[in-house]
């Protein structure tokens, strides 16, 4: 059994209760159905009320699921043929990202992702999925590898960050990261982006400059952590839950936001649940958009990349007569 | 008052220590950060705001900045009056970047623009670390997408000093996605064969440093300015152990093969003279 959200607990509660009354029945002999129907049937209720009013901090709570489907998982279930291609070929490799070639349906593609840990040991080996600077060239060589055979690039976002650490700085994390964005907003094929867990700042963008920008319903996307944020603003991490709010991170606010095309649907309580029935709603959404961008030139598609994030970002000018609340 | 016989006088007049490390000098006489050597402000500011004691780089004001490398009189700013609005809506946000403008007399964290220098065109990009700590949200963003616009534009070379603590997080996501924006408009004007020098000074981090302060043709850095992607104190948390000295100063991005190059303040502006020289030489 998953570990237990908070959010989820009445759920959960419920649940049980309705398995004892069903084993207490079976046990005493003892009609119950009409109890049972009727919890049950609140139990339904229950389910639609929590999932359909997920709070943000909810949603943090299932993108950093310890059983959330990562990128291998999703490779999985996606692609055929998969062959996982290594290192960046100047320091070494960097295990937080994976990727490589593979078929979608009939066509060849990139894929390329994040990827945490399932267990402890695979984290200590990827390090949590928060790359060095040699993943992000890793990850560059491999887009440049598509670009020259033609082939389309998707890109599954799911880091809590790029890696602070004294090696990371020292070989250069910031060009790493900086180069992968100039050099993303140029490439001549198709670039499709998939927010599937936590999109942490620099390091989840890294790898998010696409002609597509998709995040799925309970991932998030965020310039700093909740945790990060609460301890500037308000110097007390354990304020996560009121920063998580605030700062407009899930899927929703990035849509509203005008940062993202579209929202992925989870299925009811997080992809975890169902990983094969959620890799069929992302399977619907890329093929669709890379219908889309196959139709397109090479020069239409650094155009639409260009269009897409030059209009991100609010402003006005001194006599728009702003006032000051 | 009888309570008054009791208030032993003050026999010595008192010199505030309130005001600690105040970079931007302002008395008559400046006293340095770092080797506490003293000069007449005056003549600091002739010497481009560097100690002659110590060399120790003051940080300029964007308006500084721009005088010193300008060729004087050829300026001309780009977007003066885009203003920050409050996407998040964020408590107090707009009451600190009014607080900003009032102290700073510019209205956002960067000023963009075009002039010459040593004669030679070019468009030039200059963050204020006074502004909200040159933090990068929208404003910033578009201010130096438009700029980068007006180089391919008018097919100059783009120069831009960065000065910020990164994103700016009262704009939360929307300013992470600045250095996207920032990128794609260097991507053009890099396929364009166009020239872009950026010069990082103190300090250069986060979102910045990872975004268009990393990727220049040449990429340079003012002494001892601090640059890195995440604070000192989140690596020592991290990695649990002590860093150098130097960690994450020009010195030691230029040791670890980062940079182009440390520019003292004094040589700056003949440096970047040659550099356009040598492009505009090469465009012919």
Known sequence: MAAELEFERPIHELEKKIAELKSFMEEKEIDLTDEIQNLEEKLSRLENSTYSEMKPWDRVQIARHAERPTTLDYIKYLFTDFIELHGDRLFGDDEAIVGGVAFYKDLPVTVIGHQRGKDTKENLRRNFGMPHPEGYRKALRLMKQAEKFNRPIICFIDTKGAYPGKAAEERGQSEAIARNLVEMAGLTVPVICIVIGEGGSGGALALGVGNYVHMLENSTYSVISPEGAAAILWKDASQAKKAA?????TAPDLKELGIIDEIIEEVKGGAHKDPKRQSEEIDAVLESSLNHLLTMSEDELIEQRYEKYKKIGQFGFVNDSIVVK | MIKGLFVKKKKYATIPTGKVKQDVPEGIMSKCPECKHIMVTKELKKNLLVCQGCQYHYSMSSQERIAS?????????????????????FPDYLEKLEGDRKKTKINEAVVTGEGKLDGLDVTI????????????GSVVGEKITRAIEKAIETEKPFIIFTASGGARMQEGVLSLMQMAKTSVALKKLSEKGLLFISVMTHPTTGGVSASFASVGDYNFAEPKALIGFAGRRIIEQTIRQELPDDFQTAEFLLKHGQLDGVIHRSDM?????????????GRR
């Open chain 1, 245 to 249: 709010e605030s700062m407009r991170i």
């Open chain 2, 69 to 89: 490398l300008i060729d004087e009189g050829t300026f001309t700013e780009y977007d003066t009056e885009m203003i920050s609005k409050n996407p998040l809506d």
């Open chain 2, 269 to 281: 502006k003949k440096t970047l003279g040659t550099l356009l020289k040598i492009h505009s030489e």
């Open chain 2, 125 to 136: 990009a200059v963050m204020d670390s006074r502004f909200r700590m040159g933090s990068m």
